[in-house]
């Protein structure tokens, strides 16, 4: 086949695409196939062709694509976020946030909250720390490549200046954007939690837990938050009696750690 690492940079200059980021032996045994399949004796040959061939690019990069997440899922609580939430949040503790994502599934939370800040504050000051139990989607985050689908909600400004198109139906979110996200993996139920931010991002993942355990990660939340802190949950995940674990409701959807 060839240098398979030459053939990584290539494929890199071609779809902003970093081969290195997935686990190798699997993804080379797959793309290997992937060439043989289409009648090809080389890494080289490989690239022509999918230089010249839209079909065996798009081919290409289904192969690697997400399908599974969304981008500024309920726009209505991003727009609250953006309007509302992170204007009290650099009032009340300034420009350094420490925000945490937790259960962030294939970074499109993350992602959409570093271009949502990126409106306040300059990239290279943004840190956003996120986790997942589920290393397959933490190394498909990490990558970054996302059907067209994943991104029908987000506004057009993000699109036009965050992400380049790949083929015609994928996106590659930028770099700088990628720069701002530290993923870990991270079970909330064992794992210890980080300490002193200013903003958890929790959505649609206490659905799938017991009362018992949803106690127990919101005062676990409730602990990693400075006072005044937010905390951000998903639509379907209301919390009822917010003061038994420590919290006050501040906006449908977000709740304030009440001050000691």
């Given amino acids: 086949m060839g240098d398979y690492e030459k053939f990584k940079e290539k494929v890199y200059q071609l779809t902003k695409i970093d081969l290195s980021s997935y686990k190798e032996r699997q993804m ?4 290997d196939s992937l ?3 289409n009648n090809i004796k080389s890494y080289d040959e490989y690239i022509e062709a999918i230089k010249s061939d839209k ?3 798009d081919d290409f990069v289904t192969y690697l694509t997400i399908n599974v997440s969304e981008f500024y899922r309920n726009p209505e609580q991003w727009k609250l976020l953006e309007n509302e939430i992170l204007p ?5 503790f300034g420009n350094n946030l420490k925000i945490w994502s937790a259960a962030c599934s294939t970074g499109d939370e993350p992602y959409t909250l570093v271009m949502l800040l990126s409106k306040f504050i300059p990239l290279n000051k943004i840190k956003v720390i996120a986790t997942d139990l589920d290393r397959v989607v933490l190394e498909k985050a990490h990558i970054g490549l996302y059907d067209e689908k994943s991104l029908k909600g987000l506004p057009k400004e993000y699109i036009t200046k965050y992400f380049t198109k790949v083929g015609t139906k994928s996106y ?6 990628k720069k701002c996200v530290e993923f870990k ?3 909330l139920l064992k794992d210890t939690y980080p300490s002193d931010c200013n ?3 929790c959505r649609n993942v206490m659905i799938y837990f017991t009362e018992e355990a949803k106690a127990e990660i919101y005062k676990k939340f409730n602990a990693s938050l400075k006072s005044d802190g937010i905390l951000f949950v998903g639509s379907t995940e209301q919390i009822i009696s917010p003061g038994d674990s420590g919290f006050s409701t501040y906006k449908s959807f977000f709740y304030k ?4």
């Fill in 172 to 177: 590659q979110i930028s770099d700088d954007i």
């Fill in 55 to 57: 079909k065996m690019l």
């Fill in 35 to 37: 060439i043989t399949k």
């Fill in 257 to 260: 750690k009440a001050a000691r």
């Fill in 88 to 92: 009290y949040l650099f009032e009340r």
């Fill in 185 to 187: 993996q991270h079970n």
């Fill in 199 to 201: 903003m958890i991002i």
């Fill in 28 to 31: 080379k045994r797959r793309i």
